[in-house]
């Protein structure tokens, strides 16, 4: 790409061999240089973000008619269980590492990372394990009892194909992956700040990292320790999940204690993004750091503290439950101050209407749908009817897409300019825009409508009950035109790549340290770094009269 | 390291917390802890805690710059940590062979070789690293003050040796008086 002029290492350190500057692939593989590993980052996230969203085109395809034999029942469980499985474990969460280490040092006015060949091993670790996942298709069929893969359906008798193992392994390694990078991004920002960035001045972004990976140390381990006992299951014929005497509750309670946090773990690097870009593209200073940057910190406590709210259904009483519906809907409330920090940001500030800020500005709406309906399933009796309804699928996929995607979509095209030193086209991203919006809307809000109506999700097609048919293919088309928006989005990144307008070091009037080097940024990221005195060190540098007093 | 070791630290508590829960479902038969060694058991135990105490004392030659006395400590740590493995390996033989107890057998099978073989797993890792410290020092990278290496292994090995006597407490101790069913 435009990076050519990168060599991995200094020379003295690799003394016999010659390196030229452009080796080609080899250079990539080879890299610990955090620019270009948060890149490849961010390209297996679009791969698997393409290969994932044809998974949901197909499985959309089959339910667009009642009693449809496109696909075979067993196909359709393939199909949903890697669609889910791979939008989270593939494509959120390499996005977010791949903004993570590229951003994190570039913020904090640091030329690397802690653990430079710690950040190549978690890449490749993620990208390995998402290898090992795919190659369960062709060792006779991929996993096929849904993304949280409950106990007993993933046990030999339920699931005999070999994909459950391939899962377990391919979701291991890539946890294995994802804990380094979150150590390696603590002890980053722990220790390589710049001279002058005590933590209460942390770019918000850097902040929301930086919590976020205490969340990812804390709670992929549990993740970890049930896959072991899967694995152990299925090969060693043991007890942890099976009939014959152990408990299938088991791997509901330590799936959620990892898979509620994991929720929160995608969302927090993308509120840390949406922090940024509100300020900039509004002109003015966030409002209210101190309570974005707390309320991130409640967020990552009460995370623990919800996971049952997935279990309503189970019977656990009515304490446990009143409980756990109570913390759920107190999680709401420091998301419901972020929100409304956001909009006093933008509250009489010059908004520029860039595609970045119009995928922000379509958060706000979006995120707040999926949180209405999110508290709406804290109350426990309506969690009882709508449970594994269509509801559900809607709820979840407006806060991930509302939330999670809209985030990465804003990150990149704001931060396109600098790791490419290339513009984005906007009207093109503008059409792009609409139609993901629009397409997004059209297919997940009639699901709101058809899970009252009582239709249950995972299921491979539906009887023509009153409605079903209609609302279903408008969901169907609704997909396609994602579909469409996702080839559009594929098309703007490599014309932006070939033929973009080369992109000055500062193009959106930026308030932090990574508009101060060149776009893209060398080697080495800066020479010399402005002083830090306040929470916009490039803002301070530009209106030196009219400082941020800290 | 002490991140590592938080993280570890979380692993090991969903695993403990399996072997609770197994052990007071339904289908749990207690009369097969009856099974275990406490005494034999115990006293390997003994051996890998005085590991930790041994690994101090490398670490203080290291401080002191006796060198000698570090690799001799080393070396100490070393042998102590395999006697305890030892230990661990002639249970699990008592235990498959004479008491046909495996990780397949039943529910206190499955939990007990899971939770203390995950712990085994980490022993050894430890005696890797221990290992690598040990020949670094024989290739004399330990001449010179100041390095961290020493007590940053160390973080990981008494973590190791902590979780060995909460995991020891739970599936040794605690059965024992009925604490746990």
């Given amino acids: ?70 696909l075979s029942p067993e196909t359709y469980n393939q199909l949903f269980t890697m669609h889910g499985t791979t939008m989270i474990f593939f494509v959120l969460m390499p996005a977010i590492f791949g903004f993570s280490v590229y951003f ?181 200073p966030i409002f209210g750091y101190n309570i974005v940057a707390a309320s991130s910190v409640a967020i990552a406590l009460l995370a623990f503290g919800v996971w049952m709210h997935h279990m309503f259904a189970v019977g656990s009483g009515l304490v446990v439950n009143s409980f756990f519906s109570a913390s759920s809907m107190l999680i709401g409330i420091p998301t419901g101050i972020k929100i409304f920090n956001w909009l006093a940001t933008m509250y009489g500030g010059k908004i520029r209407f860039t595609v970045s800020m119009l995928f922000a500005i379509a958060f706000l709406i979006e995120f707040t749908i999926g949180g209405l309906t999110g508290i709406a399933f804290s109350i426990v009796p309506i969690d009882w009817q709508l449970t594994d309804t269509y509801y559900v699928v809607a709820h979840l996929h407006y806060v991930f897409i509302g939330g999670s995607v809209f985030g990465m979509m804003c990150g990149l095209f704001y931060w396109f300019p600098k790791m490419t030193g290339r513009m984005l086209n906007e009207k093109l991203g503008k059409w792009f825009f609409w139609l993901f919006v629009i397409g997004f809307n059209a297919t997940f809000f009639v699901q709101h409508i058809l899970g009252i109506l009582g239709m249950a999700r995972r299921v491979y097609t ?63 990221n800066f020479d010399t770094i402005t002083e830090v005195t306040g929470r916009r060190p490039l803002w301070d540098l530009k209106h030196p009269d009219m400082r941020d007093k800290m | 390291m002490k991140l590592l070791v938080g993280t570890e630290a979380m692993f090991f508590l969903s695993l403990i917390m399996a072997f609770i829960y197994l052990s007071v479902i339904a289908g749990y038969v207690p009369a097969e802890q009856n099974a275990l060694n406490i005494t034999s058991t115990g006293i390997f135990s003994i051996f890998l805690v005085a590991s930790s105490g041994t690994f101090m004392l490398a670490e203080r030659g290291y401080k002191k710059s006796n060198i000698k006395s570090m690799k001799v400590w080393l070396i100490v740590t070393i042998v102590l940590a395999i006697i305890f493995l030892f230990g661990q ?64 292994a160390g973080i990981y090995w008494h973590f190791v040796d902590i979780v060995w006597i909460v995991v020891f407490t739970v599936v040794y101790v605690l059965p024992k008086f009925n604490l746990i069913k």
């Fill in chain 1, 104 to 284: 994190t040092p570039l913020m904090i006015g640091a030329n690397e990372m802690a653990f430079p060949r710690l950040n190549a091993f978690s890449l490749w670790m993620t990208f390995f394990g998402g290898l090992i996942l795919y190659f369960s298709f062709a060792a006779g069929g991929a996993p096929d009892a849904g993304w949280f893969n409950y106990a007993p359906l993933n046990e030999h008798n339920y699931s005999s194909s070999k994909g459950i193992d391939y899962y377990c392994l391919g979701l291991l390694l890539s946890g294995i992956g994802s804990l380094t990078t979150a150590i390696n991004l603590i002890v980053t920002v722990l220790h390589y700040r710049i001279k002058g960035m005590r933590l209460n001045k942390l770019p918000l972004f850097v902040w929301m990292v930086f919590v976020n990976a205490f969340l990812i140390v804390a709670a992929l381990p549990a993740l970890n320790a049930a896959l072991s006992m899967l694995i152990l299951d299925r090969q060693f014929d043991a007890h942890f999940f099976t009939a014959a005497g152990g408990s299938a509750l088991l791997w509901q309670h330590l799936f959620w204690l990892f898979g509620h946090p994991e929720v929160y773990i995608v969302v927090l690097p993308a509120f840390g993004i949406y922090s940024e870009v509100f300020p900039v593209f509004s002109g003015k």
């Fill in chain 1, 462 to 524: 539906y009887p023509d009950y009153k409605w079903y048919g209609l609302l279903n293919f408008i969901s169907t088309v609704g997909a396609m035109l994602m579909g469409v928006a996702g080839l559009l989005l594929v098309y703007i990144i490599f014309k932006g790549l070939r033929k973009g307008k080369k992109a000055p070091a500062d193009p959106w009037d930026g308030f932090t340290l990574e508009w101060t080097t060149s776009s893209p940024p060398g080697l080495k």
């Fill in chain 1, 1 to 70: 790409m435009s990076e050519k002029n990168i060599i991995p290492e200094p020379q003295q350190s690799l003394p016999n061999t010659n390196v030229s500057n452009d080796q080609g692939l080899l250079q990539w593989i080879s890299s610990v240089d955090h620019k270009q590993i948060g890149i490849m980052y961010l390209l297996m996230a679009l791969l698997f973000f393409i290969v994932g969203g044809a998974f949901a085109l197909l499985m959309r395809v089959q339910l667009a008619v009642p009693n449809n034999h496109f």
């Fill in chain 2, 89 to 152: 390996g002639k249970e699990y033989v008592h235990l498959i062979h004479a008491e046909q107890i495996t990780i397949s057998s039943s529910l206190f099978g499955t939990s007990f070789f899971t939770l203390t073989g995950f712990h085994g797993l980490h022993v050894f890792i430890g005696i890797i690293l221990l290992s690598i410290l040990l020949i670094m020092a024989f290739l004399g990278d330990f001449k010179k003050p100041g390095s961290n290496l020493l007590s940053t």
